[in-house]
């Protein structure tokens, strides 16, 4: 399988508590995103990696998030001292240069997030 | 602000018959349209585009109508087939942007009757 991976699938936890998503994205691909998809909602951009320089980060991107790619190859979302609103899913998206100009990105299964 | 707007949540159509899926934008700025289709328990797939500077776009069954003036885009699917029942979602990108974000509108269900 050669597409976009995102481990874990689902992710239950408390109030508080850590929680880390990972990604992992087509190979050579240089461009990686993230996303958030709420119940009845579209995917709202969370944040964007060329290589491993993060280059853009959402409003929606609180001090409890943090992202990171190093060396330019998979990804981890953190989120510290989840929150109930924190419950969504988390997709992570990777494209070529040249695709990622014209939006075409590839998606993974997303990874969703319960906070109790 | 909504930027792009999908005002139908859900459509139903009969196989065979065409689906027609609406979208309004309201920033100037995208210069790419996009439709995405999404299954249950999957990730979002692209499925089609237009650049800004055209009004049409064909790829198979799936046509995707650009009308600048009037800020809307359709995406019509002919013949219409079970297995198209899904989310679509339609989204902008400004590709003169530092990021290449995507903005994404609530999505359309999209029901095909066998």
């Known amino acids: 399988d050669t597409g976009v991976s995102q481990n874990p699938r689902h992710k239950i936890t408390k109030r508080g508590q850590n929680v880390t998503f990972r990604c992992d994205p087509i190979?050579?691909?240089?461009?990686l995103y993230w996303y958030r998809q709420t119940l009845g909602q579209g995917p709202e951009f969370l944040t964007y990696?060329?290589?491993?320089?993060?280059?853009?980060k959402s409003r929606l991107l609180s001090d409890r998030f943090s992202a990171e790619r190093p060396k330019g190859s998979f990804s981890t979302l953190e989120i510290q001292r989840t929150e109930q609103g924190d419950s969504a899913m988390y997709l992570c998206?990777?494209?070529?240069?040249?695709?990622?100009?014209?939006?075409?990105?590839?998606f993974g299964e997303g990874s969703r997030l319960t906070v109790l | 602000d909504q930027q792009v707007k999908q005002n139908s949540p859900s459509l139903s159509v009969q196989e065979g018959r065409i689906s027609i899926l609406n979208c309004d934008y309201t920033?100037?700025?995208?210069?790419?349209f996009l439709w995405y289709k999404k299954y249950p328990a999957e990730g979002p797939t692209f499925l089609i585009s237009?650049?800004?500077?055209?009004d049409k776009n064909e790829d198979g069954r799936f046509t995707v109508f650009l009308n600048k003036s009037a800020k809307h885009l359709s995406l019509h699917i002919v013949p219409s087939q079970p297995g198209d029942s899904a989310v679509y979602f339609c989204?902008?990108?400004?590709?003169?942007?530092?990021?290449?974000?995507?903005?994404f509108g609530k999505g359309t269900l999209l029901t095909v009757n066998p």
């Open positions: 237009i650049s800004s500077i055209k």
């Open positions: 998206a990777s494209s070529s240069a040249l695709r990622g100009i014209t939006g075409e990105l590839f």
């Open positions: 989204a902008g990108l400004n590709s003169g942007g530092s990021n290449y974000k995507l903005t």
């Open positions: 190979s050579e691909h240089n461009r």
């Open positions: 920033n100037s700025m995208f210069d790419y």
């Open positions: 990696f060329q290589n491993e320089a993060q280059l853009e």
